[in-house]
């Protein structure tokens, strides 16, 4: 099964957003994926002290959604698109799931905010699998994928082959400048997907944006740890890459022994 992985620019607006995607996506489904992950809060765009979003409302997210479904059936092309959302009274960092006939099958929400997102999003409560074509997938968004593997394992050990990770890590006035994929001077991140496919036997597929000084590459991590692919920092695309489940067999993720964690 081909996958892509987006690595689009920060965007500010919804319409900023809604207009990468449709080049992307629609470049994905010309190469044959059968589905295209974004990054982090791709709509209406990550918020950070540099990165001045504009304010959405409940409608405006949801009139952005009803786009994006469109494009999902216009391009038959299953898209993960992570969104702020408001649920009931809640402010929530999620990433909806997308049909290719454009339906919504789902979201998975953050769960695990990062202590500088406390005034800035709601943490969610619940966690589920997804299926396209036969292939059960999970979502960990950004630094609970990062720094609580618990978000991967389960997943893993309810048959998922792959674990999407949409995330932003980076900044476009200063930090690293990466040139090695994984190398040892290079901030944690990489080393981070890489122990979280091999420790559950899965593949693992982390979704940045591309920015001039940018933390982590959107890479593609097979069962075994390897990276199979990844995109040039700094380069706004896609990476489609051709997948084989069965490689995902979840062994290590099965041989847990959660009852000696009691």
């Not at 009803?66 to 038959?76: M, P």
């Not at 999970?138 to 309810?158: D, K, L, N, Q």
Request: proline letters at 5%; a negative charge; one cysteine or more.
């Amino acid at each position: 099964m081909k996958i892509a992985l987006a690595s689009p620019a920060l965007t500010k607006t919804i319409t900023e957003g809604l207009t990468q995607l449709e080049i992307l996506v629609k470049e994905a489904a010309e190469q044959e994926a059968v589905i295209v992950c974004f990054p982090e809060s791709f709509i209406p765009g990550y918020p950070t002290t540099e990165n001045k979003v504009e304010k959405a409302t409940a409608d405006d997210l949801q009139n952005a959604l009803q786009k994006a479904c469109a494009v999902a059936a216009k391009n038959s092309i299953t898209i993960i698109l992570p969104m702020d959302w408001y649920e009931a009274d809640k402010f929530l960092n999620v990433a909806f799931v997308i049909s290719a006939k454009g339906g919504v099958l789902g979201y998975q929400s953050k769960n695990q905010l990062d202590p500088t997102e406390d005034g800035i999003w709601d943490a969610g409560t619940k966690r589920q699998l997804f299926e396209v074509n036969g292939i059960k997938f999970g979502i960990t968004i950004c630094h609970e994928g990062f720094r609580y593997p618990e978000s991967v394992r389960w997943a893993a050990r309810h048959g998922a082959a792959i674990v999407f990770h949409p995330h932003f890590t980076g900044s476009n006035i200063s930090g690293p400048q990466l040139t090695e994929w994984g190398n040892m001077n290079n901030p944690y991140y990489e080393k981070a997907m890489m122990i979280r496919a091999m420790e559950n036997t899965i593949y693992f597929a982390s979704v940045n944006y591309a920015t001039t000084f940018q933390e982590s590459a959107t890479s593609l991590i097979a069962p075994d740890g390897k990276c199979i692919a990844h995109q040039e920092y700094g380069k706004s695309g896609i990476i489609v890459v051709d997948i084989d489940p069965s490689f995902a067999t979840g062994l290590l993720a099965k041989r847990f022994k959660p009852d000696l964690y009691a």
